[in-house]
């Protein structure tokens, strides 16, 4: 047996050190990570997609450590990349399903008075898309539209994902007091 000096004396090799700062507080939050992505998911705790979110989630803990500040809680932090990388694959799946299952829909074309309507708050919603920024504007449209995630948006813009996560959120903010201020926000 070595003695803690040695022990000590003796640095793992940078790419183990680099996981085993990371990954080694995050290890005890694996059943927090599974619960809160098999929730989002709506899967069983033991689901095939449910465990390659998690493995997700640690390869994005590794890979952003860094962004982590020195005594910063590592249970919140991870907590969100596990809910930000299950709703990228909830994307990813709605992106996938096939057109097949949209033709098997009844023709419900809609009525005049609903193709009026829906016109008037598109171009309400146009209007509201005008008055963004040009950069929270476009990564906005690439989420909800193209269904791109922040990584892709990020890496698109040449931005930190942290900021395409604030444009996205006051983007919408932005847009749901135009729209509801001009009377064609939706009742939920």
């Given at each position: ?9 003796q640095p793992l090799p940078t790419g183990e ?97 609903e193709a009026t309507a829906r016109a008037l ?68």
């Open positions: 047996m070595l003695a803690p000096t040695m022990a000590l004396a050190m680099v996981v085993a700062r990371a990954v080694t507080p995050a290890l005890g939050l694996r059943p927090v990570l599974r619960a809160v992505t098999a929730r989002i998911l709506r899967l069983p705790l033991g689901h095939a997609d449910v465990e390659d979110c998690v493995a997700e989630t640690f390869r994005r803990i590794v890979e952003g450590q860094g962004r982590l500040r020195p005594g910063e809680p590592v249970g919140p932090w991870a907590t969100g990349i596990a809910k930000h990388v299950a709703l990228d694959h909830l994307r990813s799946r709605k992106r996938e399903q096939p057109a097949a299952e949209e033709d098997e829909a009844p023709d419900s074309a809609p009525s005049p008075e708050r598109a171009e309400a919603l146009r209007a509201a898309l005008a008055t963004l920024d040009e950069g929270p504007r476009e990564a906005l449209l690439a989420f909800h539209v193209e269904g791109l995630s922040y990584q892709e948006i990020a890496a698109r813009l040449s931005i930190p994902m942290g900021t395409v996560a604030t444009w996205i959120a006051r983007s919408r903010k932005s847009l749901e007091t135009t729209l509801t201020r001009k009377g064609h926000g939706e009742k939920r």
